[in-house]
C-alpha cells in the first residue's frame, strides 16, 4: 500500500503525478481475470507477487554466465527522501534497501519460470509458522549473517527492528502495518517512546514469535519490508544518523550517501552468499544519481559508450525518446508491467455532493495529460477503472461511472452534473511543480480540461520535493489530492484499508493515506470482516467492498495503470522489471566485462 517513489511517482510519470495525476509504474488492463495480459510488449508480473517458495535454500542460484566486476550506474530523477528501514515505504527506498543493502524475514526474488516475482525466505528459514487463526507467527532465523561491522546479526536485531516500526512520531511516513495488526500496535510506540518492553514480539532462542492483535495471513508478506529487519539497537541507530547509513546485512553497504542528490554503494565483504536465497555480488559497486534530468540520461544511453553502456534508469523512458531507442537499442528497453494505480482524491469534507466528483471524473483531460505528462500510451499509462490494478486476486472489472468510456473526457456531461448540484464554477485546487517542465504542461492540460467542464481550475504552485509534504497535511488547503498507490503484495489488504479505512487505527495523516477522508462506520466494519475471513476467501471479498465503496461514494477515480519501460546499457544483463517494487530486479544483474 505505498506511495510510488518518494517524490511520488516513478520515471517521467512521476512528473505528471505533480501535475496531480499520480505516479508511474502500473499494470496492463484489466480483463475480469487475475492476471495481466501483454500489452505493447509489458509482460511478465503478472500475478503481482502471488509465487512463494518457502523451500528456497541459500545460496541463491547462481545466473549463467554471469561475470564478477564492473560499476553498476542508476539514474533516478525522483530523489531519496530517507533510507532509515524503519520509515522505508517508497519503492526507490524499498527496492534499493532490499536489493542490496538490508535483509529481512522474507524477500520477493525475480523467478524465470513464472517470469515474475515470488516470496521466498531471507532471514528466517521459511515463510514463518502461524497458529489455527493467523494471530501468531514464529520464524526461525538463521545462522552465520553478520552486520557490515562483523557483529552476528541475532534474533534480538531483527526483535529489535520491529519494535522501531511501531513509532509513528519517529517515521511518520513508515508503513502502518506493525500498528495495525500486532498485539497492542495502538498503544506501544517503539523503543524511543515507550521503551523495549514489548509483549508482542518475544525472542527464544533463534525463534521470534510475533503475537498479533486481529488475524494477519499476510504476514510473511509484510515479513519483506525493510522494517522487518534486523537493526542494532542503541546509539548506533540513532534514527538522525541512521537513516544515512543504514548497517548492511546484505551484499553490499553504504560508502557515500547525500541525500536526493546520489548514493554509491561497495562490496560488503562481511555478507556470506550461503546465507542468502535471494541476492548475488556479482557488481563491484552501485553508484546511483538521483538529481540528473532524465531527458539527459536517454541522450546519454543512446550513445552506449563509456559509462552509459552500464547505466540504467528506474524512470521510465521518456515518450520522445521511445521510438529512437525502439528503432536503435530495441533489447534496451526492459518493459513489464507495476501493480500501480494513479488516481485522484476528492476530499469529501469539500465536496460533498458526488455528482461534483463525478463531473470530475468527466472533466478530466485523460488523453492530453497523458501527452503533456510524456507517458506512453499502452506501455507507461495503460487508462482503467479499477482502482486494484490486474493481478490482484479476486479482482474483477467494473465501471464506478456508467458510460464513461476508458480514457474519455466529456465536458458537457460534467457541466450536466454541475448544473445538477447547483455547482457550476467550483473551485478546483490542485498541487502542481513549477520547477518541472511535465508538471506544468500537465496543469495546463487540467485547467483546460476542468474550465471547459465549468469548474473553476485553482493550480496550486509548489516545488517537486515539497508535493509530498503538502499532500499529506490535512490542514493544507486543497480539494484534490492526487496519488499513485502499489500493491505492497498482491492483496486487496494493501488497497482498500488504507485508502478508505476511517482514522481509528492508523493515527497518521488522512488515517494511513485516506486522501478523500471517507468515514463509513459501514466500511470500517466490512474491512474488519474481510481480515477474519480465510485467506482464500479475501480476495472477493476485497473486491466486493471496493465496487461498493466506488459506486455509493465514489471517493476517487482513476487516471491509469502503469507499466516499466526504463533503460539499461548494452553491458547490463539480466534486467527485469519488479512489478512488486516497480523498479529493477537488482538483485540479480550483473555487468559484461
Not at 553498476?72 to 527496492?95: K, W
Request: some cysteine; aromatic content about 10%; hydrophobic content about 35%.
Amino acid at each position: 500500500m505505498r506511495l510510488k517513489k518518494p517524490m511520488i511517482a516513478l520515471s517521467t510519470a512521476a512528473l505528471l503525478a505533480l501535475a496531480a495525476c499520480g505516479g508511474g509504474g502500473g499494470g496492463a488492463p484489466g480483463t475480469g481475470s487475475d492476471t495481466n495480459e501483454t500489452v505493447a510488449g509489458n509482460t511478465g508480473g503478472g500475478t503481482a507477487g502471488q509465487g512463494q517458495d518457502p523451500n528456497r535454500q541459500a545460496p541463491a542460484p547462481p545466473i549463467e554466465g554471469a561475470q564478477e566486476g564492473g560499476t553498476l550506474f542508476i539514474s533516478n530523477y525522483t530523489g531519496l527522501t530517507t533510507m532509515d528501514p524503519s520509515e522505508a515505504y517508497y519503492t526507490d527506498p524499498l527496492s534499493l534497501l532490499s536489493g542490496f543493502v538490508t535483509r529481512s524475514l522474507t524477500q520477493f526474488v525475480w523467478d524465470d519460470k513464472s517470469n515474475g516475482m515470488i516470496l521466498v525466505p531471507d532471514l528466517a528459514t521459511d515463510l514463518g509458522t502461524p497458529n489455527a487463526d493467523y494471530t501468531e507467527w514464529k520464524f526461525t532465523i538463521r545462522d552465520g549473517v553478520k552486520f557490515e561491522n562483523g557483529d552476528p546479526v541475532t534474533a534480538d536485531d531483527i526483535a529489535y527492528g520491529i519494535k522501531r516500526s511501531f513509532d509513528r512520531e519517529t517515521f511518520p511516513t513508515g508503513p502502518t502495518y506493525s500498528n495495525d495488526f500486532f498485539l497492542d500496535g495502538d498503544k506501544y510506540k517503539g523503543p524511543y517512546k515507550s521503551g523495549l518492553k514489548y509483549d508482542g514480539v518475544v525472542v527464544d532462542g533463534n525463534t521470534i514469535t510475533i503475537k498479533m492483535s486481529q488475524p494477519f495471513p499476510d504476514m510473511p508478506y509484510w515479513g519483506s519490508f525493510p522494517a522487518m529487519g534486523p537493526i542494532p539497537p542503541g546509539a548506533a541507530s540513532d534514527p538522525s544518523k541512521y537513516k544515512l547509513h543504514p548497517w548492511a546485512s546484505g551484499p553490499y553497504k553504504f560508502e557515500d550517501y547525500t541525500p536526493n542528490k546520489s548514493l554509491t554503494l561497495v562490496r560488503n565483504d562481511q555478507w556470506d552468499p550461503n546465507t542468502d536465497p535471494g541476492r548475488h555480488q556479482y557488481v563491484d559497486k552501485i553508484v546511483a544519481s538521483f538529481d540528473t534530468p532524465q531527458a539527459k540520461t536517454e541522450q546519454t544511453l543512446l550513445s552506449d559508450n563509456g559509462d552509459a553502456t552500464s547505466t540504467i534508469t528506474t524512470d521510465n523512458v521518456t515518450a520522445g525518446n521511445y521510438t529512437p531507442f525502439k528503432n536503435k537499442f530495441p533489447d534496451h528497453i526492459v518493459t513489464g508491467p507495476e501493480a500501480c494505480t494513479s488516481m485522484w482524491a476528492m476530499d469529501l469534507h469539500k465536496i460533498k455532493d458526488i455528482k461534483i466528483r463525478q463531473a470530475l471524473a468527466w472533466a478530466y483531460p485523460y488523453q492530453d495529460v497523458l501527452i503533456a505528462g510524456g507517458y506512453i500510451p499502452n506501455v507507461t499509462r495503460i487508462f482503467g477503472t479499477n482502482i486494484e490494478p490486474p493481478g490482484v486476486p479476486g479482482r474483477v472489472d467494473y465501471n464506478p461511472l456508467p458510460g464513461h468510456e476508458l480514457g474519455q473526457t466529456d465536458p458537457a456531461k460534467a457541466k450536466a452534473l454541475l448544473q445538477q448540484a447547483d455547482a457550476v464554477g467550483f473551485e478546483v485546487k490542485f498541487l502542481y511543480a513549477t520547477d518541472d517542465p511535465l508538471s506544468v504542461a500537465a496543469k495546463d492540460q487540467i485547467v483546460k480540461g476542468l474550465e471547459a467542464a465549468g469548474f473553476k481550475a485553482t493550480p496550486v504552485a509548489t516545488t517537486y520535493a515539497q508535493i509530498p509534504v503538502k499532500r499529506a497535511d490535512p490542514d493544507f488547503d486543497l480539494t484534490v489530492r492526487s496519488a499513485a498507490w502499489c500493491s505492497d503484495w498482491p492483496s486487496g489488504s494493501t488497497w482498500i484499508p488504507p485508502m478508505f479505512q476511517s482514522t481509528d487505527i492508523a493515527k497518521v495523516g488522512f488515517g494511513a493515506f485516506n486522501y478523500s477522508t471517507l468515514n463509513e462506520p459501514s466500511v470500517d466494519k466490512r474491512i474488519h470482516e474481510i481480515y477474519a475471513l480465510p485467506l482464500d476467501k479475501q480476495g472477493t471479498a476485497w473486491a466486493q467492498l471496493e465496487q461498493t465503496i466506488m459506486t455509493k461514494w465514489f471517493p476517487v477515480f482513476v487516471t491509469g495503470y502503469y507499466g516499466g519501460a526504463m533503460l539499461r546499457g548494452s553491458d547490463v544483463m539480466n534486467m527485469h522489471v519488479d512489478s512488486v517494487l516497480a523498479s529493477p530486479t537488482y538483485k540479480d544483474m550483473w555487468i559484461k566485462q
